[in-house]
């Protein structure tokens, strides 16, 4: 079981960007995001394979949401511009796994702790 650990979080404010930074990831695992606002299920945000091709994206990010990976220092962060009310949410990263290309779904092995980010308006 691999200890992963978030950082990054906290109360900004709506239109601002943050950036969540993730570590330590496998050079050869898939890692991504999941975010769970409050009285909400956890849903997938992305996830990058270790392959370092293009990150995949659940359908309703839209461009706000950008995954990036560095295998050098086993990390991977995901940075959200335009930052939004609906965005509050605890963020958790994760690793190994796959992603199951038929329904776009991200299913990890490992799981961080979690982050919170609160977007006030």
């Known amino acids: 079981q691999v200890r992963l650990r978030e950082s990054g979080g906290g109360l900004v404010q709506a239109g601002d960007s943050l950036r969540l930074s993730c570590g330590p990831i496998s050079r050869l695992d898939v890692a991504g995001w999941f975010r769970q606002a409050p009285g909400k299920d956890r849903e997938y945000v992305g996830a990058?394979?270790?392959?370092?091709?293009?990150?995949e994206y659940a359908d309703f990010v839209q461009g706000r949401f950008i995954i990036t990976r560095d295998n050098t220092k086993k990390t991977i962060d995901l940075q959200i511009n335009d930052l939004k009310a609906e965005d509050t949410a605890v963020y958790y990263c994760?690793?190994?796994?796959?992603?199951?290309?038929?329904?776009?779904?991200?299913?990890?092995?490992?799981w961080g702790q979690g982050t919170q980010v609160t977007v006030s308006a």
């Open positions: 994760a690793s190994g796994g796959f992603i199951n290309i038929q329904d776009n779904q991200y299913h990890p092995q490992n």
């Open positions: 990058s394979t270790w392959s370092g091709g293009a990150p």
